[in-house]
């Protein structure tokens, strides 16, 4: 029997109609936990919004600095990208989310989680992994796998019913999920991938177009592969992200518009808004072309997808992912430097790297006269490695 259930809570529209829902289906106490992972909403409406839906107990957390300094980050090390173009700022906020709402669950004695996700998505994939990952015996409800309604326009029709108040509405139906790191659209007026989102919708980013006329140049210095300062000022991981948001936001950097592959099989589109995510992305591959041995950065680099597959699909808690994780941050020991970037009309162009690890040798790239390197060693190492392709010839003409 549930007797105590303890709902991740955003304060919008599945979750406030889940919170009189499961306390109707269950006849349990409801517990909702908002994680604020930098959505930028006013603390004090969220609780009351929810005690006013039904909740017994609202915990509200700021799990910022966790969230940025051991999820984003991590991840950036990584230079994760899901299908070359998603930054994974969905994705890698759940993780953390339901890490607390388990331990929310031991300190209340719930014997079950809830969460908002659809049937359909991926989020409710990443939710449950992570309570299975952490608390193998918990019971999860997952509402829309259960629940009568079948649309968000249901969804509503019902709150509108019973006075639960949202921010959906018929004119704007996209599913908005926002944090530090990024801000994402899904659904409702995108579900057609032919038709160009409307300007009104983009929240962090300006439109290229109304971005400064001025390019913006800045720094950002890294050691072991972590953003510790930028324009030469030391940070908080939060600070940087925040800064970083604010600056390429203004000139329009960050914004990517796809179709991608689910985990559960169906393709859907997002829209997505990552500035600071996108810069730092950028900056720590530039400073890596100047650290890295070459094939220690094409190991890791043949690992990309298989990382952000895991974070995509909500794998952050398996030992596949904590095992690559320990690989990347080895390797990321001497990714110490900074990158001078230039950023304007929504583009962010790498103009200057320099590190004390630098494995870069003028010396040897020149193209002017220099003592270093014997160029006639380059015959030799030429041959060797095209007698396999001449052994190929051979027998080819031997067989004709």
């Known amino acids: 029997m549930v007797k105590k259930i303890v709902l991740a809570y955003s304060g919008g529209l599945d979750t406030s109609v889940a919170i009189k829902w499961l306390k109707e289906k ?14 930028g909403e006013d603390i004090s409406l969220i609780k009351k919004k929810a005690l006013k839906t039904g909740a017994s107990k609202v915990y509200i957390e700021d799990l910022k600095e966790e969230f940025v300094k051991d999820y984003i980050f991590p991840m950036l090390r990584a230079n994760a990208v899901y299908e070359s173009s998603y930054l994974l700022g969905t994705s890698i906020a759940r993780p953390i989310i339901a890490k607390r709402q388990i331990e929310i669950a031991k300190k ?9 996700a659809t049937g359909k998505g991926n989020d409710q994939v990443r939710f449950e992994l992570t309570y299975y990952a952490l608390k193998p015996s918990i019971k999860v409800i997952a509402p829309w796998r259960e629940w009568q309604f079948n649309s968000r326009q249901s969804l509503i029709e019902y709150s509108n019913k019973y006075g639960i108040p949202v921010t959906a509405t018929k ?29 009104d919708m983009y929240t962090m980013i300006n439109p290229p177009e109304k971005a400064p006329d001025k390019p913006l140049y800045i720094e950002i210095y890294y050691d072991k592969g972590n953003p510790l300062k930028l324009n030469n000022k030391s940070v908080t991981p939060v600070v940087l992200l925040g800064n970083l948001n604010h ?24 829209v997505y808004e990552t500035p600071g995510g996108t810069v730092l992305h950028i900056a720590h591959r530039a400073l890596e072309s100047l650290t890295l041995d070459r094939e220690v950065m094409h ?23 904590k095992a690559m994780q320990s690989l990347i941050d080895d390797i990321q020991r001497d990714v110490r430097g900074t990158v001078r970037l230039k950023l304007y009309k929504g583009n962010c162009s790498v103009v200057g790297r320099k590190s004390p690890n630098s494995l870069y040798s003028q010396g040897l790239a020149t193209f002017e006269a220099d003592d270093v390197y014997n160029q006639k060693d380059a015959e030799g190492f030429i041959k060797i490695n095209a007698l396999r392709l001449k052994l190929q010839k051979y027998r080819k003409d031997e067989q004709s």
């Open 26 to 39: 269950y006849n349990a106490e409801i517990i909702a936990f908002y994680a604020d992972l930098g959505q």
């Open 171 to 199: 004119e704007k139906p996209y599913s908005i999920d926002r944090n530090l790191f990024h801000i994402s659209y899904e659904g409702g007026i995108l579900e057609d991938p032919w038709q160009e989102p409307p300007d």
């Open 247 to 270: 600056l390429a936001g203004k000139h329009g950097i960050g914004r990517i518009d796809m179709v991608e592959n689910r985990y559960v099989g169906i393709k859907s589109r997002g």
């Open 108 to 116: 209340e004695g719930a014997e079950a989680v809830a969460h908002g």
């Open 299 to 321: 190991l890791r680099d043949s690992l990309i997808t298989r990382y952000s597959e895991l974070v995509y699909y909500g794998y952050w808690f398996s030992p596949e992912r």
